[in-house]
């Protein structure tokens, strides 16, 4: 499956003098590519992303996916297309988000709701399939227990579980590792690599950023600031310019992929 954006802008609706939050933004995901949108706090990759799982019309620009313009599918067809894993969700889950009366298994099962006819139940190729998703992210040990009792890295499991059982050529996160600890923020990303699917990451951690993803798309200020491989992309001089923050960088000799020490102590 592949993803293509083409000069996104989007302004808020009815705002009247309000900024514009993404402006000319064009990318590409190829099938099977892992990419990621990197940029500092504010800088419109939630918005961007939002554009792409179809929650936030473009101002002007079209997304498509295999070359058919999102917004000329039905939601439940997209909703197989694309499986999304969203700040909202990460956000309202802190408080319950409108599911804390599903336990794990059941926030996992909605997953397969794109695949089924309306009031169908769950059969037991759906049931495998959950119970697959909930092994490989390791929520199956909690799969009875109570969604709103999780910790915040629990959720954010159970969450990507769920997008694992929609079983979608596509994967849109948002900030996938939010929430986890170092163990599971690696077993996250090797998961999503080893699933083979094309998948787009908005991503805060460079290092994750530089480790995993096949190419970049920098965002500051709504705009694009650098695109392509991580190495060409987390330079000392981008890194300074667009967060403000001296790095020393080092490629990998063996991955030829940036290591990233920060230095915050360095005037920039
Ligand atoms: N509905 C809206 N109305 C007005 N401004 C908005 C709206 N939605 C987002 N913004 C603003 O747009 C900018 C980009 O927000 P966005 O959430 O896309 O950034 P981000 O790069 O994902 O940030 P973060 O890394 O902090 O999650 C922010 O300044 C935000 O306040």
């Known amino acids: 499956m592949k993803l293509q954006a083409r000069d996104l802008r989007w302004r808020p609706p009815h705002s009247g003098t309000a900024r514009t939050i993404v402006e000319d933004v064009s990318l590409h995901v190829?099938?099977?590519?892992?990419?990621?949108?990197?940029?500092?706090?504010?800088?419109?990759?939630?918005?961007?992303?939002?554009?792409?799982?179809?929650?936030?019309r473009p101002t002007a620009g079209a997304v498509a996916v295999d070359g058919r313009d999102v917004w000329e599918i039905s939601a439940r067809e997209n909703a197989r297309l694309m499986a999304v894993l969203a700040q909202e969700q990460g956000g309202g889950v802190d408080a319950g988000g409108g599911f804390g009366g599903f336990s794990v298994?059941?926030?996992v099962s909605m997953g397969r709701t794109p695949h089924k006819?309306?009031?169908a139940r769950d059969d037991r190729h759906d049931a495998g399939i959950v119970q697959s998703a909930m092994q490989r992210t390791g929520?199956?040990?909690?799969?009875?227990?109570?969604f709103a009792t999780l910790s915040g890295g629990e959720k954010q499991r159970v969450l990507m579980a769920r997008a694992l059982a929609q079983q979608a050529g596509l994967l849109v996160l948002d900030e996938p590792t939010?929430?986890?600890?170092?163990r599971y923020q690696f077993e996250i990303m090797n998961l999503i690599r080893s699933l083979g699917v094309?998948?787009?990451a908005a991503l805060h951690e460079l290092h994750i950023a530089a480790h995993y993803c096949d190419r970049l798309y920098l965002l500051e200020n709504g705009r694009l600031a650098a695109s392509g491989t991580p190495a060409e992309v987390l330079t000392e001089e981008t890194i300074a310019s667009v967060y403000g923050v001296r790095a020393a960088i080092r490629l990998h000799?063996?991955?030829?992929?940036?290591?990233?020490?920060?230095?915050?102590?360095?005037?920039?």
């Open 117 to 119: 006819s309306p009031f």
């Open 139 to 146: 929520v199956l040990p909690m799969a009875e227990r109570s």
């Open 198 to 200: 094309t998948a787009i």
């Open 253 to 268: 000799p063996r991955t030829g992929r940036p290591h990233i020490e920060f230095m915050p102590d360095d005037p920039v």
């Open 105 to 107: 298994c059941e926030m």
């Open 178 to 182: 939010n929430h986890l600890d170092v």
């Open 30 to 56: 190829g099938e099977g590519e892992l990419v990621g949108l990197i940029g500092p706090n504010g800088s419109g990759k939630s918005t961007v992303l939002r554009m792409i799982y179809r929650i936030l």
